[in-house]
């Protein structure tokens, strides 16, 4: 029996890495997109095509082209290849990018298989090949879609390396680490914490342990030292991203003003630029006496630098005044964006037509989190009652509370897994649970499913660890 399920596991994980492949494509066939339509994947398609014409890793369609540390170089430069070897069309990186689906597909049946076993393995690839996010945003040039092995083959490394320490485990898993930083900036405190974790593991287990775990801070460091130090000698400072500055004023000081103001605001609309470009760069403004308006691209780059520092003064400023402002819109957002999974995309691919077109409210948890807030409790279920029991059609119905009870399954087995983990191996429970939290609660103001694609592969061992037999 035990030689027929070891027979039987590689034709299924090839069954699952072709199954992983065939969701995406039929995705992208029935639902083609723009793939640099996103403002970011523009930018990521930008900066490929400039460092290919020589005009070095700048964002922009025409001079000046200031050099910028915004993005870090992994995923530009994943663009920036294919673009050498097969052409400069988006729509072949996104051929590569299914590719990449495969491979993640296989590494999160690799973690799942280290931290569950078998079985949890195969679920978890199982459960990472039909969940829908990463199917929709794989047809875009967005950096999560290289995150997303990075973050699977970290994680997989780091499990390996709590379970047998040694240098070479250690070093692997600071490399891939570093590699994450490299593509997405975001995860940086969350890397410290690994590598703090893998500290504290080797110097309770044993003292002389703690020079192996040098080893990861080594290689991650090794990875990282180039680019800071192209940002020191291009930009003048020591730094692997400017994009902490960036969320702080376009992101973080709007939503606090906003906050402040009592005013509700969806990110990007009219009313969150009007209060960017008049309480932030408006402020930066005014102190510093700009004679020249800031949307201003064809000033030289030393000018653009000096402002986007003034301007983050400023942003720091709004948010140090106002901390309390800040945290509660920080986790409205992160609350609202776990509460509404994404009915709206769900019920365009199935009809064909908006949410609109079902005549009832689409935020309905921000609605309702406002009455809470209020004590309001009987606004809260009449509003609920109204907009999602009597006011929709039944199949839009039947799709909003399905995906409401399967978010919920989702988290409660998640948890599971991970309380299951715990009393066996805790290390690789923190490592895991505190990834997946940390990208969880990141975004903040600005949150949605995009921000939540490198949790996935946490996630679903996770779910596959609390859904297997004791």
Known sequence: MLLSMRARAPWTRLALLWLALLTRVLWLARFPADPIGPIDAEGFHLLAVNVLAGRGFAIGWEPPFCPTAIRPPLYPAFVAGVYATLGRDPARVVLMQLLLEVLTTALVIRLGREVGGARAGTLA??????????????????????????????????????????????????????????????????????????????????????????????????????????????????????????????????????????????????????????GVVGRAARRYGWSQPWESYFL?????????????????????????????????????????????????????????????????????????????????????????????????????????ALRGAVWWMSARGTWRLLRSRPWAALALAGMAAYLVVLPGAIAHDRFYVPAIPAVVVMVANGKRET
Not at 163 to 183: F, Q
Not at 352 to 361: H, K, Q
Request: net charge positive.
């Open 125 to 278: 690839g199982l459960l990472y090949v039909l969940n829908g996010t990463t199917q929709r945003y794989a047809g875009y040039l967005l950096a999560e879609m290289l995150l997303l092995p990075l973050m699977a083959a970290a994680l997989w490394a780091t499990a390996r390396g709590l379970r047998r320490p040694s240098a070479e485990r250690l070093a692997a898993a600071g490399a891939l680490w570093g590699a994450t930083i490299l593509t997405k900036p975001n995860v940086q405190p969350a890397v410290w914490a690994v590598g703090a974790l893998l500290m504290a593991r080797l110097w309770l287990s044993e003292r002389r342990g703690i020079w192996v775990a040098l080893a990861f801070w080594l290689a991650l460091g090794g990875v990282l030292f180039p680019w800071s130090l192209r940002n020191r000698r291009v930009l003048g400072r020591w730094m692997l991203s400017s994009a902490f500055e960036e969320n702080l004023a376009r992101v973080s000081a709007v939503a606090t003003l906003a906050e402040v103001a009592g005013v509700p605001v969806e990110p990007w609309t009219e009313t969150w630029e009007y209060l960017y470009d008049e």
């Open 300 to 404: 030289p780059c030393d000018v653009q630098t000096t402002r986007h520092a003034q301007i983050t003064e400023a942003a720091r400023e709004i948010v140090a005044a106002h901390p309390g402002a800040m945290a509660r819109a920080h986790w409205r957002g992160v609350r609202v964006s776990l509460l509404d999974p994404g009915h709206e995309t769900w019920y365009v691919a199935f009809t064909g037509e908006p949410w609109a077109a079902t005549g009832t409210m689409r935020a309905i948890w921000a609605r309702i989190g406002w009455s809470l807030e209020r004590w309001a409790w009987g606004d809260a279920l009449q509003v609920l009652w109204r907009e999602r029991v009597v006011g929709l059609p039944p199949g839009a119905a039947l799709l909003w509370w399905g995906l409401v």
